[in-house]
């Protein structure tokens, strides 16, 4: 299983980025899915999950009511909505297969499939 991340940038705070995680493989409606990200000097953290019949979604509390989480199963891809962006917003994204998924909390570990990454970075 691999996956690539697409859809990261610049963009002043305020603004939004939709960043897509695109699966080859096999299918991405077969894993719970998430996305973490990584700041300078920072632990990287878990931004979004969804289990793998999307009933249940996880969300730090950082992004609540500004990120969404969804599955475009036709296009094999995990996608994050990312609205009213913030400065604080600004590091690397990463897509992972198979993190563990529950209402309050996500976690994976090194050997799950991650993605190269793609940069967001917010201006003030």
């Known amino acids: 299983v691999q996956v690539v991340e697409s859809g990261g940038g610049l963009v002043q705070a305020g603004g939004s980025l939709r960043l897509t995680c695109t699966m080859s493989g096999s299918r991405v409606d077969y894993y719970h899915m998430g996305w973490f990200r990584q700041a300078p000097g920072k632990e990287r953290e878990g931004v979004s999950c969804?289990?793998?019949?999307?009933?249940?979604?996880y969300y730090r509390s950082s992004v609540k009511g500004r990120f969404t989480i969804f599955r475009d199963n036709a296009k094999n891809s995990l996608y994050l909505q990312m609205n009213s962006l913030k400065p604080e917003d600004t590091a690397m994204y990463y897509c992972?297969?198979?993190?563990?998924?529950?209402?309050?909390?996500?976690?994976?570990?090194?050997?799950?499939?991650w993605g190269q990454g793609t940069q967001v970075t917010v201006s003030s």
């Open positions: 992972v297969v198979g993190p563990f998924v529950s209402g309050d909390s996500c976690s994976a570990a090194s050997t799950n499939p």
């Open positions: 969804i289990s793998v019949n999307g009933a249940i979604t």
